[in-house]
């Protein structure tokens, strides 16, 4: 399964970013997906994750509220939209897929990485 986030971009505290990631090779409704970040000396973390089918979702709490995550089988697609951006969001945002479907709720379940797409928030 190859993956390719993007969307990324410099926008100000408040404001909100969809990014995409697109997933070829495999069969996309075999895997959950998710979305992690990592800033600058730190560890990469969890953020949200959705099951095959969209139904059932996992946020990290510090996004709780703020950001949702959407896929769209049709299209490979996942997406994640962020509103009220603050400045502690900004990072690497990096999607994965896990080989299991329902919904995972960390980073332990990933096993297939896409590049990182950076957002950076100013305050």
């Known amino acids: 399964v190859q993956l390719q986030a993007s969307g990324g971009g410099l926008v100000q505290a408040g404001d909100s970013l969809r990014l995409s990631c697109a997933a070829s090779g495999g069969t996309f409704t075999s895997h959950s997906m998710g979305w992690f970040r990592q800033a600058p000396g730190e560890e990469r973390k969890f953020v949200a994750a959705?099951?095959?089918?969209?139904?059932?979702?996992y946020y990290a709490d510090s996004v709780k509220g703020r950001f949702t995550i959407s896929r769209d089988n049709a299209k490979n697609t996942v997406y994640l939209q962020m509103n009220s951006l603050k400045p502690e969001d900004a990072a690497a945002y990096y999607c994965g897929a896990s080989t299991t479907q329902a919904v995972i709720h960390s980073i332990v379940g990933v096993d297939y990485w896409g590049l990182g797409t950076l957002v950076t928030v100013s305050s």
């Open positions: 959705i099951a095959w089918n969209g139904v059932s979702t």
